[in-house]
Protein backbone atom coordinates (compact mmCIF):
# COMPACT_ATOMS: atom_id res chain seq x y z
CA UNK A 1 0.00 0.00 0.00
CA UNK A 2 2.38 2.24 0.97
CA UNK A 3 4.13 1.83 -2.90
CA UNK A 4 0.62 3.27 -3.96
CA UNK A 5 0.76 6.35 -2.22
CA UNK A 6 2.99 8.34 -4.18
CA UNK A 7 0.85 7.65 -7.31
CA UNK A 8 -2.19 8.37 -5.86
CA UNK A 9 -0.54 11.77 -4.79
CA UNK A 10 1.03 12.60 -8.25
CA UNK A 11 -2.68 11.87 -9.65
CA UNK A 12 -4.33 14.16 -7.66
CA UNK A 13 -2.05 17.06 -8.34
CA UNK A 14 -3.78 20.01 -10.94
CA UNK A 15 -2.91 19.90 -13.88
CA UNK A 16 -0.54 22.83 -15.08
CA UNK A 17 -1.97 25.68 -16.79
CA UNK A 18 -1.31 25.84 -20.07
CA UNK A 19 0.38 29.29 -21.45
CA UNK A 20 -1.68 32.03 -22.84
CA UNK A 21 -1.83 31.71 -26.89
CA UNK A 22 -2.79 35.75 -27.62
CA UNK A 23 -3.34 34.66 -31.28
CA UNK A 24 -6.15 31.60 -30.64
CA UNK A 25 -10.06 32.57 -31.30
CA UNK A 26 -12.24 30.25 -30.34
CA UNK A 27 -15.08 30.70 -32.76
CA UNK A 28 -18.65 30.14 -31.97
CA UNK A 29 -17.33 28.94 -28.28
CA UNK A 30 -20.34 28.33 -26.68
CA UNK A 31 -20.96 25.16 -29.05
CA UNK A 32 -17.55 23.36 -26.80
CA UNK A 33 -18.80 20.76 -24.66
CA UNK A 34 -17.87 23.32 -21.55
CA UNK A 35 -18.32 26.84 -23.19
CA UNK A 36 -15.17 29.10 -22.44
CA UNK A 37 -13.62 26.55 -19.98
CA UNK A 38 -12.55 24.52 -23.00
CA UNK A 39 -10.80 27.49 -24.26
CA UNK A 40 -9.04 28.20 -21.74
CA UNK A 41 -8.03 24.43 -21.07
CA UNK A 42 -5.93 25.55 -24.16
CA UNK A 43 -4.41 28.37 -23.66
CA UNK A 44 -7.40 30.88 -25.56
CA UNK A 45 -7.02 34.18 -25.25
CA UNK A 46 -10.20 34.92 -27.19
CA UNK A 47 -13.80 33.80 -27.42
CA UNK A 48 -16.85 34.27 -29.23
CA UNK A 49 -20.53 34.28 -27.91
CA UNK A 50 -24.17 35.16 -29.95
CA UNK A 51 -26.25 36.39 -27.83
CA UNK A 52 -30.05 36.92 -28.16
CA UNK A 53 -31.91 39.58 -26.06
CA UNK A 54 -34.99 37.60 -25.05
CA UNK A 55 -37.66 38.67 -21.80
CA UNK A 56 -34.96 41.34 -20.92
CA UNK A 57 -31.65 38.39 -20.76
CA UNK A 58 -28.96 38.05 -22.56
CA UNK A 59 -29.05 34.48 -23.88
CA UNK A 60 -26.27 32.95 -25.77
CA UNK A 61 -26.95 30.63 -28.92
CA UNK A 62 -26.74 30.45 -32.73
CA UNK A 63 -30.15 30.65 -33.58
CA UNK A 64 -33.51 31.58 -31.63
CA UNK A 65 -34.56 27.69 -31.14
CA UNK A 66 -31.28 26.99 -29.30
CA UNK A 67 -31.82 29.09 -25.93
CA UNK A 68 -32.15 27.93 -22.48
CA UNK A 69 -32.71 29.93 -19.84
CA UNK A 70 -29.72 28.87 -18.14
CA UNK A 71 -27.40 29.79 -20.67
CA UNK A 72 -27.08 33.33 -20.14
CA UNK A 73 -24.26 35.79 -20.93
CA UNK A 74 -23.50 36.11 -17.31
CA UNK A 75 -23.53 32.40 -16.22
CA UNK A 76 -21.56 31.07 -19.18
CA UNK A 77 -19.19 33.99 -19.45
CA UNK A 78 -18.91 36.39 -16.99
CA UNK A 79 -19.07 34.85 -13.69
CA UNK A 80 -16.15 32.52 -14.40
CA UNK A 81 -14.50 34.93 -15.44
CA UNK A 82 -14.81 37.16 -12.98
CA UNK A 83 -13.87 33.95 -10.30
CA UNK A 84 -10.51 33.30 -12.52
CA UNK A 85 -9.51 36.95 -12.43
CA UNK A 86 -9.71 37.70 -8.84
CA UNK A 87 -8.25 34.09 -7.91
CA UNK A 88 -5.67 34.95 -10.24
CA UNK A 89 -5.31 38.28 -8.52
CA UNK A 90 -6.16 40.37 -11.93
CA UNK A 91 -5.99 38.07 -14.64
CA UNK A 92 -7.70 35.43 -16.39
CA UNK A 93 -4.46 33.66 -16.35
CA UNK A 94 -1.99 33.32 -14.14
CA UNK A 95 0.64 34.72 -16.43
CA UNK A 96 -0.61 37.86 -17.90
CA UNK A 97 -2.16 38.08 -20.96
CA UNK A 98 -4.64 40.47 -22.78
CA UNK A 99 -7.95 38.26 -22.92
CA UNK A 100 -10.92 39.07 -25.33
CA UNK A 101 -14.87 38.43 -25.05
CA UNK A 102 -16.39 39.10 -28.36
CA UNK A 103 -19.91 39.78 -28.28
CA UNK A 104 -21.91 39.03 -31.19
CA UNK A 105 -25.11 40.61 -31.23
CA UNK A 106 -28.27 38.63 -33.06
CA UNK A 107 -30.93 40.53 -31.68
CA UNK A 108 -31.76 44.56 -32.40
CA UNK A 109 -28.51 46.42 -31.60
CA UNK A 110 -29.61 49.49 -29.13
CA UNK A 111 -31.71 47.26 -27.02
CA UNK A 112 -29.27 44.53 -26.71
CA UNK A 113 -26.41 47.27 -26.01
CA UNK A 114 -29.04 48.65 -23.81
CA UNK A 115 -29.54 45.64 -21.52
CA UNK A 116 -25.65 44.77 -21.77
CA UNK A 117 -24.16 48.28 -20.18
CA UNK A 118 -25.55 47.52 -16.95
CA UNK A 119 -24.70 43.90 -17.14
CA UNK A 120 -20.70 45.11 -17.55
CA UNK A 121 -20.81 47.57 -15.12
CA UNK A 122 -21.09 44.66 -12.18
CA UNK A 123 -17.63 43.32 -13.55
CA UNK A 124 -16.35 46.87 -14.44
CA UNK A 125 -13.28 45.74 -12.54
CA UNK A 126 -12.33 43.53 -14.65
CA UNK A 127 -13.07 45.05 -17.85
CA UNK A 128 -11.12 47.71 -20.24
CA UNK A 129 -12.70 50.74 -20.17
CA UNK A 130 -12.68 52.80 -23.05
CA UNK A 131 -13.48 56.95 -23.97
CA UNK A 132 -13.45 58.41 -27.10
CA UNK A 133 -9.65 59.16 -26.74
CA UNK A 134 -8.34 56.41 -24.31
CA UNK A 135 -8.19 52.96 -23.38
CA UNK A 136 -7.61 52.00 -19.98
CA UNK A 137 -6.25 48.03 -20.12
CA UNK A 138 -8.24 45.56 -18.09
CA UNK A 139 -8.12 41.99 -17.38
CA UNK A 140 -11.16 41.10 -19.74
CA UNK A 141 -11.69 43.45 -23.02
CA UNK A 142 -15.30 43.12 -24.47
CA UNK A 143 -15.74 43.74 -28.46
CA UNK A 144 -19.55 44.17 -30.40
CA UNK A 145 -20.34 42.11 -33.49
CA UNK A 146 -22.82 41.51 -35.13
CA UNK A 147 -25.72 43.88 -34.84
CA UNK A 148 -23.36 46.78 -33.66
CA UNK A 149 -25.06 50.06 -32.32
CA UNK A 150 -22.80 52.25 -33.37
CA UNK A 151 -24.22 55.63 -32.15
CA UNK A 152 -24.92 54.62 -28.83
CA UNK A 153 -21.37 53.46 -28.22
CA UNK A 154 -20.31 56.60 -29.54
CA UNK A 155 -22.49 58.68 -27.42
CA UNK A 156 -21.43 56.54 -24.71
CA UNK A 157 -18.55 58.85 -23.07
CA UNK A 158 -17.48 56.04 -20.94
CA UNK A 159 -18.00 52.34 -21.93
CA UNK A 160 -16.90 49.28 -21.20
CA UNK A 161 -17.05 47.80 -25.00
CA UNK A 162 -15.17 48.23 -27.84
CA UNK A 163 -16.83 48.34 -31.46
CA UNK A 164 -15.50 45.80 -34.10
CA UNK A 165 -15.01 47.57 -37.66
CA UNK A 166 -14.98 46.27 -40.97
CA UNK A 167 -12.27 46.03 -43.43
CA UNK A 168 -14.56 48.78 -45.22
CA UNK A 169 -13.69 51.01 -42.30
CA UNK A 170 -9.67 50.58 -42.89
CA UNK A 171 -8.06 53.73 -43.91
CA UNK A 172 -11.14 56.07 -42.41
CA UNK A 173 -8.90 56.95 -39.42
CA UNK A 174 -11.30 55.55 -37.17
CA UNK A 175 -10.15 55.51 -33.59
CA UNK A 176 -8.89 52.57 -32.27
CA UNK A 177 -10.41 53.51 -28.89
CA UNK A 178 -14.08 53.04 -30.06
CA UNK A 179 -12.74 50.41 -32.86
CA UNK A 180 -9.86 48.15 -31.56
CA UNK A 181 -10.82 45.42 -33.77
CA UNK A 182 -11.59 45.07 -37.71
CA UNK A 183 -13.22 41.68 -38.27
CA UNK A 184 -14.17 40.50 -41.64
CA UNK A 185 -15.41 37.29 -43.61
CA UNK A 186 -12.22 35.84 -45.63
CA UNK A 187 -14.41 34.38 -48.34
CA UNK A 188 -15.80 38.26 -49.29
CA UNK A 189 -12.60 39.07 -49.96
CA UNK A 190 -10.22 36.26 -50.85
CA UNK A 191 -10.91 33.25 -52.94
CA UNK A 192 -8.26 30.95 -51.53
CA UNK A 193 -10.38 28.44 -49.75
CA UNK A 194 -6.74 26.77 -47.74
CA UNK A 195 -5.85 24.25 -50.39
CA UNK A 196 -2.20 24.76 -51.96
CA UNK A 197 -0.21 28.37 -51.72
CA UNK A 198 -1.91 31.34 -51.00
CA UNK A 199 -1.72 33.01 -54.39
CA UNK A 200 1.10 36.03 -54.53
CA UNK A 201 -2.03 38.74 -55.58
CA UNK A 202 -4.14 37.64 -52.53
CA UNK A 203 -0.94 37.61 -49.92
CA UNK A 204 0.24 41.16 -51.61
CA UNK A 205 -3.91 42.14 -50.15
CA UNK A 206 -3.67 40.60 -46.91
CA UNK A 207 -0.50 41.65 -45.67
CA UNK A 208 -1.56 45.26 -46.74
CA UNK A 209 -4.62 44.42 -44.94
CA UNK A 210 -2.34 43.59 -41.86
CA UNK A 211 -0.85 46.48 -42.24
CA UNK A 212 -3.04 49.38 -42.57
CA UNK A 213 -4.93 47.96 -39.51
CA UNK A 214 -1.66 47.84 -37.38
CA UNK A 215 -0.55 51.35 -38.64
CA UNK A 216 -4.06 52.32 -36.70
CA UNK A 217 -3.59 50.60 -34.07
CA UNK A 218 -6.31 48.07 -34.84
CA UNK A 219 -6.07 44.55 -34.69
CA UNK A 220 -7.48 41.73 -37.45
CA UNK A 221 -9.71 38.70 -37.78
CA UNK A 222 -10.85 36.72 -40.13
CA UNK A 223 -13.97 34.76 -40.16
CA UNK A 224 -15.49 32.16 -42.73
CA UNK A 225 -11.90 31.44 -43.46
CA UNK A 226 -10.19 28.03 -44.14
CA UNK A 227 -9.94 26.43 -40.89
CA UNK A 228 -7.26 24.09 -41.22
CA UNK A 229 -3.22 23.73 -40.68
CA UNK A 230 -2.25 25.55 -44.21
CA UNK A 231 -4.83 28.32 -43.31
CA UNK A 232 -3.24 28.68 -39.96
CA UNK A 233 0.17 29.39 -41.29
CA UNK A 234 -0.71 31.92 -43.51
CA UNK A 235 -2.65 33.84 -41.00
CA UNK A 236 0.25 33.15 -38.83
CA UNK A 237 2.81 34.50 -40.97
CA UNK A 238 1.05 37.45 -42.15
CA UNK A 239 0.58 38.97 -38.58
CA UNK A 240 -3.20 38.38 -38.18
CA UNK A 241 -3.83 38.88 -34.93
CA UNK A 242 -7.10 36.66 -33.98
CA UNK A 243 -6.77 33.11 -35.47
CA UNK A 244 -10.28 31.40 -35.68
CA UNK A 245 -11.31 27.89 -35.16
CA UNK A 246 -13.52 25.27 -34.07
CA UNK A 247 -10.76 23.02 -33.28
CA UNK A 248 -9.26 24.17 -30.11
CA UNK A 249 -6.81 21.95 -29.40
CA UNK A 250 -5.31 21.52 -33.22
CA UNK A 251 -4.83 25.18 -33.16
CA UNK A 252 -3.50 25.21 -29.49
CA UNK A 253 -1.17 22.69 -30.64
CA UNK A 254 -0.06 24.70 -34.26
CA UNK A 255 0.37 27.60 -32.34
CA UNK A 256 3.00 25.87 -29.82
CA UNK A 257 4.58 24.00 -32.21
CA UNK A 258 5.17 28.06 -33.82
CA UNK A 259 6.15 29.27 -30.39
CA UNK A 260 8.94 26.73 -30.13
CA UNK A 261 10.78 27.74 -33.38
Known amino acids: MFAVWPCVAESAKPAAEPAPLVRAHAHNDYYHKLPLLDALASGFCSVEADVFLKDATL ?37 RAPFHLMIDFKTDGPATYAALKP ?25 ISGSRPREAMEKDAKRLAGYDGRLSDLGKAESRHLMPWISDSWRSHFK ?4 GDLPAREQAKLAQIVKNAHADGQKIRFWAAPDNPAAWSVFHEAGVDFINTDHLENLAEFLRGKEAK
Open 59 to 95: LVGHSRFELKKKRTLEALYLVPLAERVKANDGGVYKT
Open 119 to 143: LLEKYRFMLTAFTADTTEPGAVTIV
Open 192 to 195: WRGK
